[in-house]
């Protein structure tokens, strides 16, 4: 039983990842990498599109080699390890739906135990008590009799989770696993995961698009940038330092660092002024409907053609627009936002002050 | 005038000497009522000076063995009709044989009309070839569809001089070489499948085709007597008429023969081809030669003209313990050709007690078989082989001509 | 209640397998029992127990002629829907069967050479026959075709990573060896055609017990291979990337089972001609009656379901009363095509019943 945290199972020192096909110039995805992952620890690997998450994904769980470097298990080489005793420390996740045919659930995490049974694939007791911890971890006894095929795509991923945990793997490195799922399975599975981390003393490494997500829930993060060298460490860390920002800006993208989500900058349609004091709430998404809509949210009315006032009539919020002296009230934030957008291309000509 | 009647068939149970004799004194008698240029066909040649009122024929073959042609004279044409062109044919053919020097009849207007007697000639199978040896027309011959396959020495000496064309068979005949050659005649054969026969090209290339079909001929002594329609062609009737009745007159001794053998020696034929076994059916030409030599056939109690469809279990279990087995396997030489062939072969009686006969003793050096010339022109000989094989002890003096038993070794 | 009736069927396919081994042993018997020539039921039993029936010609049709075909009927059965299993999940492919590596491509080239080009053309056509060559040389040349193309495939097998990319160059093989097939008809003789056409059609009746000596062997050891694949063959469920992170080699995995499909599919075709359409719908048929894609059960069912159907096709290929034997291939087209058609329709996704 591992220490927490304290072992390491994965090291890379200098690795360089890539490809290089016969007779082929080679490409360099990423080079320079030196990480580890620890018992217990959850990671999410995160970066642009193309920056080579699925390389080092790749080149990490040994489906392919790395240019330069090893990658390291337990301290020993996974190029120089079989594939039986790879498959002893390591199990994987992939993104892909996989169409099994007429298997159970259960059949499926069943095959999870392949590295452990002897020819036949006949399941000792042993093997049996695996497979039903591993349902049970991923809270799948209901549907564990259930034809993998009728599963829904949330429900198949978890049985896949359930697999890759039945084959007792130190690490257990997963390729996108929510990327065809709905946010509430993904928000599911990735708590899932970090709960599965701790409890059972494993590494685990997931590369992921869900950015929000992955800042919530992982301990660490390892981001990594185009052509630039990968970047570890606590989520809240790399946002603070700006790390976070500069790997995913781009054209008329940006990372907020003050709510932790990208913005899309739209043309500005204005400047509009909101009047404090409201319920924190309400403020809180009106400046959001705002900004949607391209307007500068100031907190200072002082000098701004439009303020906006967020009023209660009987008992339910309204919002009162005051623009040159035009008075308006409207119910909803979306007649609001039209009220503004009409008026502010009527003063079109106008608008183009920021 | 007449003393002939007009269009009168020649067919009865005359005997070819004595219609000869007949035919002779008819004519002395007619020198008075009709003029005839010679006493017999013209055999060379045409008439120089047509006359209406003579018969250009005097000597007439009678059809008496054959089912599957008809002859009717005229005096100065012949109409010949193949009744049985194929299996199952809806169809016959007629041709209108006239006299060189006489004018075509208006009669039979959709019948092609030949010039008799042919002066050159093409034949597509060997079973016509001995004929023209026997009836002293090899000279006439001046292709043939594969030369490789000839047995008939005056014919094959042609060969070696050049002076016979090779045309090819089926639906492959060189139609261009034909043209080229360009013969009075093309004696071919035709079956069911159309796609195999040679004489649609031929005829729209209008080319001149008679279809032979004596192999349809379910008797030993019909199929020779085609030969008596070969004849026609080249006014060579009463030696036809002659050879002929010398062969019935044998073949019918040897009949006499066997008639009241004590014993008779069980047969069966053929072997499986590509999963079938075709069995003659008990009316067929193979048949009756096995009943005519005085053996059991196992299965003469078939009435069909045909082959029958057999599997090898039907067939093994009437004749795993028969006394005689003939076949007629190209390159089954010896008794471990046929093992090679089917293992199962061996468990026949007649294979384990060495009394297999083939009927390939006569090859020529590139594999033609001369049954298939010379026998089916002799059928008298080739059933005194047969007699040979179940009854040696009434034909002491007879050697095996076609037949040969395979080698032990 | 749906749940349990599944959870049910799941539960017994020892009963299904047994139930498969109960039909094989009838249709044997019925297989046995007849054929063109009739032999009573009870002298039947007489036979196979060593006693002497009424006519002892019977009991050397049985024992020549009806036993060695029944045997091979069985023996070719279990190899082509085995290979064919393997095959599919390889692949991953439902059409993929044990002809899709052109195996039975090369055994016909074999024997195109062989029997198309013996004899010279213009061989009078009573002449001609294709005991000239011996039922021992189509063997022969049929084995040298599709060890050759086996061969092949090996060699690319070892350069290739995809199995897809294996699958599209076995298709390829078996083009081209067909193209030098009609090549070879193309120039052929009719008798010559005929000849090899009706070896194309396909027989079990034509093996003979010293044959058997060689072709029993060898279709057990196929077996026997095939049957120590079920593991590996159920990892390769998951596709070959998971295959792979569970500890299988993948290679060599693919290697033993080519090995295993040419070996069987090649000694079946060499001896009895190329038979379709067994190999690639007697896995569906498993898969839908045990509702599984588990290669410990589908292994075994395939065997016996496979045998009992070729016994049934030959049954029906020999037309019981009739003296005509009808070709083998066309029977288990037509009797087969439709169960399948059924099976599957019923099943109403063709996903449930097998991984697409």
């Known amino acids: 039983m591992m220490r927490l945290y304290s072992e390491t199972i994965l090291s890379t020192h200098d690795l360089a990842i890539g490809y290089a096909p016969p007779r082929r110039p080679i490409t360099r995805v990423a080079e320079g990498l030196s990480v580890s992952l620890s018992a217990g620890e959850f990671v999410c690997l995160i970066g642009p599109n193309g920056a080579g998450k699925s390389t080092l994904i790749r080149t990490l769980a040994g489906m392919q080699a790395p240019l330069s470097g090893q990658v390291r298990l337990m301290d020993e080489d996974i190029q120089t390890l079989t594939p039986q005793a790879l498959a002893e420390r390591l199990s994987i996740v992939l993104t892909d739906r996989v169409e099994v045919g007429a298997l159970s659930a259960r059949a499926l995490v069943a095959l999870g135990r392949y590295p452990y049974t002897n020819w036949t694939g006949r399941l000792s007791s042993q093997d049996e008590h695996v497979i039903e911890w591993a349902i049970e971890a991923v809270g799948a006894q209901h549907m564990a009799h259930r034809n993998v095929s009728e599963l829904s795509d949330g429900e198949r991923q978890k049985i896949m989770i359930a697999r890759a945990l039945a084959q007792e793997p130190l690490l257990m490195i997963l390729d996108e696993p929510t990327a065809f799922l709905d946010v509430p399975r993904r928000v599911e599975i990735l708590g899932l995961l970090r709960e599965l981390a701790r409890s059972t003393a494993r590494a685990i490494l997931l590369s992921t698009h869900d950015l929000d997500l992955a800042l919530r829930s992982a301990d660490r993060i390892w981001l990594l940038p185009m052509r630039s060298g990968l970047q570890v460490g606590a989520p809240e860390d790399l946002v603070l330092n700006g790390a976070f920002e500069r790997v995913f800006q781009s054209e008329g993208v940006a990372f907020n660092p003050e709510t932790g989500a990208f913005s899309m900058s739209s043309p500005s349609a204005g400047e509009v002024a909101l009047v404090a004091g409201a319920p924190a709430k309400v403020a809180f998404w009106t400046t959001r409907a705002l900004e949607r809509a391209g307007f500068q949210v100031l907190q200072t009315p002082a000098a701004v053609p439009a303020q906006i006032e967020i009023i209660s009539r009987d008992g339910a919020v309204g919002w009162r627009s005051t623009i040159k002296d035009q008075t308006q009230d409207h119910s909803s934030l979306d007649s609001l936002i039209r009220y503004l957008q009409t008026e502010c291309l009527v003063r079109a000509p106008d608008s183009s002050r920021s | ?409 | ?356």
């Open chain 2, 1 to 409: 005038m007449l003393l002939i009647d007009r269009g009168s068939q020649s067919r009865g149970r005359v005997t070819v000497p004595r219609g000869l004799l007949i035919a002779a004194l008819i004519s002395l008698l007619s020198v008075v009522a009709m003029r005839h240029p010679a006493g017999a066909n013209i055999l060379d040649g045409g008439v120089a000076h047509y006359d209406p009122n003579v018969d250009y024929f005097p000597d007439k073959v009678r059809v008496q063995h054959a089912t599957g042609f008809t002859v009717r004279y005229y005096p100065h044409y012949k109409v010949v009709t193949v009744r049985h062109p194929w299996r199952h044919a809806k169809q016959t053919f007629q041709y209108v044989l006239v006299q060189r020097g006489a004018p075509a009849p208006e009669a039979y207007p959709n019948a092609p009309r030949i010039e008799i007697p042919v002066r050159t000639m093409v034949t597509m199978s060997t079973t016509y070839l001995s004929y023209l040896d026997r009836l002293g027309i090899v000279d006439r011959l001046v292709g043939h569809s594969v030369l490789r396959q000839v047995n008939t020495p005056a014919i094959v000496k042609r060969i070696q001089a050049g002076q016979l064309v090779e045309v090819g068979s089926g639906a492959g005949v060189n139609v261009e070489l034909l043209l080229d050659v360009n013969p009075d005649l093309i004696m071919t054969y035709a079956v069911e499948t159309p796609q195999y026969n040679a004489h649609p090209k031929l005829l729209e290339a209008g080319l001149t085709v008679a279809l032979n079909a004596a192999y349809m001929d379910t008797s030993p002594l019909g199929r020779t007597e085609w030969m008596k329609f070969v004849a026609l062609f080249f006014n060579r009737e009463s030696t036809a008429e002659r050879l002929f009745h010398d062969i019935v007159a044998e073949y019918e001794r040897l009949t006499h023969l066997t008639r009241h053998v004590q014993s008779k020696p069980t047969v069966f034929t053929q072997a499986e081809y590509q999963g079938t076994w075709f069995m003659p059916g008990g009316n067929s030409y193979q048949a009756k030669f096995l009943k005519d030599a005085g053996a059991a056939y196992l299965w003469a109690d078939d009435d069909s003209s045909g082959s029958l469809r057999l599997d090898f279990e039907a067939v093994f279990e009437r004749a795993s313990k028969a006394d005689f087995w003939l076949v007629n396997i190209s390159g089954w030489e010896r008794v471990q050709d046929v093992l090679a062939a089917g293992e199962r072969y061996g468990n026949f009686a007649a294979l384990q007690q060495g009394r297999v006969y083939s009927n390939n003793a006569r090859l020529n050096a590139h594999g033609g078989n001369d049954y298939w010339e010379t026998g089916v022109a002799s059928p008298h000989l080739v059933l005194a082989d047969l007699i040979k094989i179940f009854h040696p002890e009434l034909v002491p003096d007879h050697e095996l001509i076609w037949y040969r038993p395979l080698n032990r070794k």
């Open chain 3, 1 to 356: 209640m749906e749940i349990k009736g599944r959870g049910m069927r799941r539960r017994s396919p020892a009963m299904g397998l047994m139930g498969l081994g109960v039909l094989l042993v009838v249709m044997f018997t019925l297989d046995l029992a007849l054929g063109s020539v009739h032999i009573p039921p009870e002298h039947l039993l007489l036979i196979l127990l060593g006693g002497e029936p009424e006519r002892p010609s019977w009991r050397q049709i049985v024992l020549i002629f009806r036993l060695p075909r029944a045997v091979t009927a069985i023996l070719a059965g279990a190899a082509l829907s085995v290979s064919g299993l393997q095959m599919q999940t390889l692949f991953r492919n439902p059409l993929a069967g044990p002809f899709v590596l052109g195996i039975n491509a090369g055994a016909s080239l074999g024997v195109a050479l062989v029997v198309l080009s013996v004899g010279s053309v213009g061989t009078p056509a009573l002449l001609g026959h294709l005991g000239l060559l011996g039922e021992l040389g189509v063997i022969t040349a049929a084995c040298l075709g599709s060890a050759l193309v086996f061969g092949a495939v090996l060699i690319v097998s070892r350069q290739v990573q995809s199995s897809m990319t294996l699958l599209i160059l076995g298709l390829m093989f078996g083009y081209v060896t067909t193209a030098a097939v009609s090549l070879l008809l193309y120039f052929s003789i009719a008798e010559r055609i005929q000849a090899y056409l009706t070896w194309q059609c396909g027989s079990f009746g034509g093996v003979t017990w010293s044959q058997m000596k060689i072709l029993a062997p060898t279709v057990l050891f196929g077996l026997v291979i095939a049957h120590l694949l079920v593991k590996p063959l159920n990892a390769l469920l998951l596709g070959e990337a998971y295959a792979r992170s569970m500890g299988l080699t993948v290679q060599r995995a693919r290697f033993w089972m080519i090995g295993s499909v040419a070996v069987l599919a090649g000694a079946i075709t060499s001896f009895c001609g190329p038979i379709g359409f067994l190999g690639v719908a007697v896995p569906h048929l498993c898969r839908a009656l045990f509702n599984t894609s588990d290669h410990r059960i589908l292994a075994p069912a395939t065997t016996l379901m496979g045998a009992s159907l070729a016994l049934l096709a030959d049954l029906i290929a020999h037309l019981p009363g009739h003296q005509m034997v009808l070709p083998l291939n066309a029977v288990t087209a037509l009797i087969g095509a439709p169960v399948v058609i059924w099976v599957i329709l019923r099943q109403r996704n063709l996903r449930r019943s097998f991984a697409a």
